[in-house]
């Protein structure tokens, strides 16, 4: 079979992120072929779908407004539907006809906004979750926005009972055979908190308590497995009098301190004030793929960069001949508890992102 040039195949991919232009409810599909009567589900994804509003364009790939689309198999039939998540924060501003808010990559139209406003707005973009019967959609720096099950029509922000602190990651986890998932959110002031939660299957949600990190890294995903949390902590400091006064958006007031060691803190599950701390060479990771325990060994297996430049580039997208291929390879994080010693095992050179393992042997 042959292969597109690279950049044609680019620029095609790049055409997936322009702005959803029509929304709707449950709508029967088109098919070609069958389905199988006896395959019924429906698959919800998200992702930013918003990029162009008030006559200005987002600058950063992850700051479109968020959609969630769905595609509903049940007796042969399929139907499909997409909607904008319509958060507190959009509506206020598509109230006031502008834009108020700052995001990830694209600062406040006006300094001082964030003061009033909150520093990031909660673009409801990065992932959506099934939990007791209600569909959530994540963007880590608010609370989940929860969409009708029905027609994906948004019903509004939750703090699940008063239970989420600040904020909820994008990226819950679940280990098998444990009837719960798992997330955390990241708490700023002073100091850095990380926030724990339990979202069981059956019962209230939990605050398991909080670990405090040594200073303001942002964290985006983390690695679960019958017995701790794993965070990976990368060296990387924030200009945040300038994001508190809206002078500048987060990713370009981030920057990576190449001198700096990774840290790696182990909560353990049972007993959330037991953490352990460790120390590798700087490496930067978005996406952790899945985590076990062998011996007296926690071991992590995550997409790794050399650094965080990966993610200066993904603020030209648009441009015209940018790249935004993956740098990312496939690694194994060992810490050993016995020696304390930790290394970092190349597993594939592939490059590669977005990694995803069986259900059936997450945290195993």
Known sequence: MTQP??????????????????EHGFEPLELFGTIPEELMGTLVRNGASVYDRFDMTYEHLFDGDGAVSAIRIA????????????????????????????????????????????VLKNSANTNVIAWQGRLLA???????TELSMHDLGTLGDTDLGGVVQQSVTAHPHRVHGDAATYAFGMRYGLRTHVDLYRLPDSGR????????????????D????????VFVCHPLRVDAVSVALGLKAPASAIRWDSRAATEIVIVDRSDVGRVRRYEINAFFSYHAVNAYEEGHCTVVDLVCFPSWDTDLRLATWRSVGSSIASEGTLKRLRIDHQSGRVTLETLAQTSCEFPRVSPSVDGH
Do not use: M, Q
Request: glycine share 12%; proline share 8%.
């Open 5 to 22: 040039a690279p950049h044609v195949a680019e620029l095609n991919w790049r055409g997936g992120l322009r702005s959803l232009t029509h």
């Open 205 to 220: 949600a939990e605050h398991l308590g909080a670990v405090r990190l040594s200073g303001p890294t942002p964290l985006h």
């Open 75 to 118: 007796h042969g039939r399929a139907e499909g539907a997409v909607r904008v998540v319509r958060s507190r924060d959009l509506e206020l501003e598509e109230a006031r006809g502008e834009r108020i808010f700052g995001t990830f990559g694209t600062r406040p139209p006006k300094w001082g906004t964030a003061l009033r406003h909150g």
């Open 138 to 144: 994540l963007c880590e720096s608010h609370g989940p």
């Open 222 to 229: 983390y690695a679960l497995t019958p017995s701790h949390f």
